[in-house]
Nanobody, 126 residues
Framework: QVQLVESGGGLVQAGGSLRLSCAAS????????MAWFRQAPGKEREFVGQ????????YYADSVKGRFTISRDNAKNTVYLQMNSLKVEDTAVYYC???????????????????WGQGTQVTVSS
């Protein structure tokens, strides 16, 4: 099982950009489906985007489509979330999640993922 550590969060003005990273331990990272979720105060955890083990398949929430891009570097055991054109409503704690899965297997439900990072805060000011 991998362990996940997110980084790259911070304070940014609306319209700005941030890139989040999620570093994974373990030698089998390349066989994991990965995802990003976010949770704003008082709200449920929300799906942001996901990528399968080979980067051949990606899926995004409608709220971030065209603005956010998820990618991974299996040689570096890292998955990224590039966030552009940030909006105030993107403010949340962002979490990466993992589950062993090959092929096209992915799922936008938090319960499908069995490993989570500790989260990184993203705050977008107006």
């Amino acid at each position: 099982q991998v362990q996940l550590v997110e980084s790259g969060g911070g304070l940014v003005q609306a319209g700005g950009s941030l890139r989040l990273s999620c570093a994974a331990s373990g030698r089998t990272f390349s066989r994991y489906a990965m995802a990003w979720f976010r949770q704003a105060p008082g709200k449920e955890r929300e799906f942001v985007g996901q990528i399968n083990w080979s980067s051949g398949f990606r899926y995004y929430a409608d709220s971030v489509k065209g603005r956010f891009t998820i990618s991974r570097d299996n040689a570096k055991n890292t998955v990224y979330l590039q966030m552009n054109s940030l909006k105030v409503e993107d403010t949340a704690v962002y979490y990466c999640a993992a589950r062993p899965a090959t092929g096209q297997a992915m799922n936008p439900m938090p319960s499908w993922y069995d490993t989570w990072g500790q989260g990184t805060q993203v705050t977008v000011s107006s």
